[in-house]
């Protein structure tokens, strides 16, 4: 089956009819670009979006890991991180309980150079990670942990030098100042929170590797700090950044609390990298991701870029 099946608006006289008309595509295929079809505004964007998924059906981006702005009812900019990092591949919000079904991605502005998005179909991905990783995800599931900090006076003048600081903080990820609030969505999204003295807080859950499809749909590599995942130059930051907080930051274990050894994590990353395929962006995409049969990152790029992400239909995964 074509991944991505690319479908050309040329010579099509009615776009949403004909979306409406031939919305199986959107069920039989994990990834559709739309290419020239005449969405010239994220108002239109907006509306094509809700032509293929149903209003009331789109999500927000609580308690997500990357920094994002709101654009509109449903629309986000894509993770606004530097121009020079590649972002690896990953299935959207697979670390907690409940995720989006469906991704959208419009490009309002292309690149220069670089700058893609490149996709995988996971199941493939499943079948060349090694078999004897792949068991001790499956038997024992997986063991997210996210140290979020607390947005002191220091770490607020920190921040002014780097950004990525404020990032880090419960107070940004969940847009609240009242740990209630975090406790509260912690309570609907099966995490269990230890809050520390100097008011952070350690968010924990366990989850199987694969989804309610038995597709395999989880975060394990994502939240490793490896040089295959985040390069050679910015990997020892992440270690000594770390090292100095005493914190988790982002980590994963499998369910009995041991750690992949790094050549095993990087046979992850093989898989992931054997199964990827790419396009250039061009003003006016609009692609759709069935995000639980696909994963997609991003590669560095030079030149302004500015792509919209919606995310819609939740999906949840039964607690392992």
């Known amino acids: 089956m074509t991944f991505p099946l690319i479908v050309d608006g040329s010579a099509i006289k009615n776009h949403k009819s004909w979306i409406k008309e031939n919305e199986h595509i959107f069920k ?183 989804n309610e499809k038995g597709v395999w749909f989880n975060s394990f590599h994502f939240f490793q700090v490896h040089h295959r995942i985040w390069g050679r130059l910015i990997t020892p930051v992440f270690k000594f950044i770390r090292f100095i907080s005493r914190g988790l930051d982002m980590s994963a274990t499998t369910g009995n609390k041991q750690r992949l050894s790094s050549d095993e994590i990087s046979k992850i990353v093989d898989a992931y990298e054997k199964n990827q395929v790419q396009f250039d962006w061009q003003k006016g995409d609009l692609l759709f991701l069935d995000n639980t049969r696909t994963a997609h990152g991003r590669n560095p790029y030079l030149g302004k870029r500015k792509i919209l992400v919606s995310l819609a239909e939740e999906g949840e995964f039964t607690s392992f």
């Open 28 to 210: 039989e295929h994990a990834a559709v670009l739309l290419r020239n079809f005449p969405i010239h505004s994220r108002e239109l964007l907006e509306e094509y979006v809700k032509t293929i998924a149903p209003e009331q059906s789109f999500l927000d981006y609580t308690g997500g890991t990357s920094p994002r702005k709101k654009l509109g009812t449903s629309i986000y900019s894509s993770t606004e991180m530097p121009f020079f990092l590649k972002i690896p591949m990953h299935s959207e919000m697979a670390y907690r309980k409940r995720f989006p079904k469906k991704i959208f991605f419009y490009c309002e502005t292309a690149p220069l150079m670089g700058g893609q998005t490149p996709i995988a179909d996971i199941q493939k991905v499943y079948l060349d990670v090694p078999e004897v990783i792949r068991n001790k995800l499956l038997n024992e599931g997986i063991i997210y942990y996210r140290h979020l900090k607390n947005y002191t006076p220091t770490s607020k003048v920190l921040s002014l030098i780097n950004p990525m600081i404020k990032m880090g903080t419960w107070q940004f990820v969940f847009k609240t100042q009242d740990p209630e609030v975090v406790n509260e969505y912690c309570r609907q999204n099966h995490y269990q929170s230890e809050w520390l003295k100097d008011g952070s807080v350690i968010l924990t859950t366990h989850l199987p590797a694969l």
